[in-house]
């Protein structure tokens, strides 16, 4: 898919410097009207808005992976945290809890290294069934006594747990680019090409063998700023190993409780 998004992007460029400098040549070919100045001011001006609208572009999908990067340390804080506070809750409660967090954490690292968004989505929902179980327990316990600072320990790191996975569905799933932004960027991209070749024509120059890296450069930006915006591609996924790190902790620690 991200190729063919590369190459459609390049023959996109291609054919829109080609079509303009065709009209910038019949132009020029039937007029001595039009001059080189106003159309290379023309040109350089959307040339700096595709600019512009690129890096505007760029630095949110930059942010948001930033942002999915800070979210797999958070995540992996909160279950070492809520991992390390269910030791507060009662037998058998106490190993049941502790057991759904290691295979809580096991899920979130296989929806973090996932392919389709289906087959993560169903991942996340599992997910989800473990936090309603986790919380039902809290607040049972909770119950039992409910002047405990300790229970409220668990409960808030619990809490904490399920705030940031949510945010971490939401940033890695469910937020995406608007397709009104993608649809004024082609925009943009097509009108400058177009200008760029009508002024290449009416400046009485030959077409360049340059025009294919001007393609290749810009199919590169886009297909980047796709890649970002879409982690479930493959390419551009933050490292888990922060989260690996807590469950290998965990994983231990539920080796040790077993009796010898």
Request: aromatic fraction near 8%; proline fraction near 3%.
């Amino acid at each position: 898919m991200i190729v063919v998004f590369f190459v459609v992007t390049v023959l996109l460029v291609v054919m829109a410097i080609e079509v303009g400098y065709r009209l910038g040549f019949a132009v020029h070919k039937s007029s001595e009207e039009e001059k080189e100045s106003p159309a290379s001011a023309i040109a350089g001006a959307t040339m700096g808005l595709l600019a512009f609208i690129l890096a505007f572009t760029f630095a949110i999908v930059a942010d948001r992976y930033d942002t999915r990067k800070a979210l797999v340390r958070d995540d992996a804080n909160a279950i070492r945290t809520a991992f390390l506070r269910a030791d507060f809750l009662p037998e058998p409660d106490r190993e049941k809890a502790a057991g759904l967090l290691a295979t809580y954490g096991d899920m979130g690292l296989a929806a973090a290294r996932g392919g389709d968004v289906d087959s993560v989505r169903k991942t996340v929902a599992e997910m989800k069934g473990i936090q309603r179980q986790l919380w039902a327990m809290a607040v049972a316990n909770a119950r039992l006594d409910m002047n405990s600072d300790v229970a409220a320990l668990y409960i808030e790191s619990l809490n904490e747990m399920i705030n940031v996975h949510a945010l971490r569905v939401s940033i890695g799933i469910e937020t995406r680019l608007p397709q009104e932004i993608w649809l004024v960027l082609f925009a943009l991209l097509i009108l400058t090409m177009l200008g760029f070749g009508y002024q290449t024509a009416i400046a009485g120059s030959g077409r360049s063998w340059a025009i294919p890296l001007l393609a290749i450069a810009l199919s590169v930006v886009l297909t980047l700023i796709a890649l970002l915006d879409r982690p479930e591609s493959g390419y551009f996924r933050p490292s888990q190993q922060p989260l690996e790190v807590v469950l290998a902790e965990m994983a231990t620690a539920i080796e040790n409780r077993q009796p010898r």
